[in-house]
């Protein structure tokens, strides 16, 4: 009988190399909780920026880590009706990092962040579902409102994130612009649905955004970085439009477009997906009702293949830290899995 699992841990804030594997006891699940055989863990940007300290919440060090995993359910704990040992399920970010995480051979998270995922997805694919697509169709559809014939601005397109977002803003009837940095993935965000695709450091953001949707401007900015381009978008958006900033890639150097701001009753909506979800750590009410009807809006266009989540590359749990150092090299074009077998 199994009593180690491997289990990555860091001990120290700084670069990937703090990652380690270590041998670890298992522990049985506590109430309210469910234990996994985990096969393969989906990584995000928050985990990397959690390894550093530059997340929302500071790690309690030594700590675990990660978000997303898919694998079989290996024992759960009083209190838990929904799951039973042996089916396979993938988790949801319904927990805080600070409390849980997935990175390893087993993991433990609470039973309301476990759910079946649809049998015609692999693993390494269900691993690579819930962020993304949760993400995106909270931002999208709940925040952002989108209808069909409406015009959609995704920058990092080519992240995993980005390319979820592609797919759902088509599938809630919207004309897709995409960004990217250079014209090198061009090609494939186009193949993966995106209409029209800028290379921003190649390209004039406003003018070529302009030449697309004329003077209407875009309805839903979805964005990621903030930074220097917050004013070009702030520039093509549309009257009241929105611009919804998931990340701060470029926190530092991101101006404030007042003028725009106020001339077009624009709103810039900073944006988590947690904010829905039930946390110790959170100061935001949960919103069950939205998640179900997201989780189902998504898990029906998983299972009759109109979503198929994009992987980029896998890499075996022994280099984990290769995949977080492949992560920050910005070169993926989807999501990033690790696999345990």
Do not use: C
């Not at 702030?234 to 150097?253: C, F, M, N, Q, T």
């Not at 909506?269 to 009702?289: A, C, H, K, M, V």
């Amino acid at each position: 009988m199994k009593t180690m699992s491997k289990i990555v841990r860091f001990h120290e804030l700084g670069d990937a190399d703090v990652l380690k594997i270590e041998d670890l006891r298992l522990e049985e699940p506590k109430p309210d909780e469910v234990r996994i055989d985990v096969e393969a863990i989906g990584l995000n940007r928050a985990e990397v920026m959690f390894r550093r300290g530059q997340y929302l919440e500071p790690p309690k060090l030594p700590s675990g880590l990660g978000y997303e995993a898919a694998g079989v359910v290996s024992a759960v704990g009083a209190g838990v009706s929904h799951v039973k040992v042996g089916d396979r399920v993938s988790t949801l970010p319904a927990f805080s990092m600070t409390e849980y995480g997935v990175y390893g051979e087993t993991a433990i998270v609470p039973a309301r962040a476990v759910i079946p995922y649809p049998e015609n997805l692999t693993p390494e694919q269900a691993a690579a579902v819930w962020i993304q697509y949760l993400t995106g169709y909270l931002a999208l559809a709940e925040i952002g409102g989108i209808r069909a014939g409406q015009h959609v601005l995704i920058t990092a397109a080519s992240s995993s994130t980005g390319v979820a977002g592609i797919q759902l803003a088509k599938q809630l009837g919207a004309e897709v612009i995409a960004t990217t940095r250079t014209s090198k993935k061009k090609d494939l965000l186009l193949e993966h649905g995106a209409d029209h695709v800028i290379a921003t450091e190649e390209e004039d953001l406003a003018s070529h955004v302009r030449a697309i949707v004329g003077d209407k401007g875009v309805e839903v900015i979805y964005d990621p970085i903030a930074g220097g381009l917050l004013e070009a978008f702030a520039e093509v958006a549309a009257p009241r439009g929105k611009i919804v900033i998931y990340g701060l890639l470029e926190a530092d150097s991101t101006p404030m477009p007042w003028f725009h701001l106020l001339d077009k009753s624009l709103s810039i909506i900073g944006y988590t997906i947690l904010d829905f979800f039930e946390s110790n750590t959170r100061r935001t009410s949960p919103e069950p009702e939205k998640i179900d009807a997201a989780v189902a809006f998504l898990s029906a266009r998983l299972a009759s293949g109109a979503l198929v989540p994009l992987i980029a590359k896998t890499f075996p749990l022994a280099e984990i830290a290769e995949a977080h150092r492949f992560m920050e090299s910005n070169r993926q074009i989807g999501k990033i899995v690790v696999t345990t077998r």
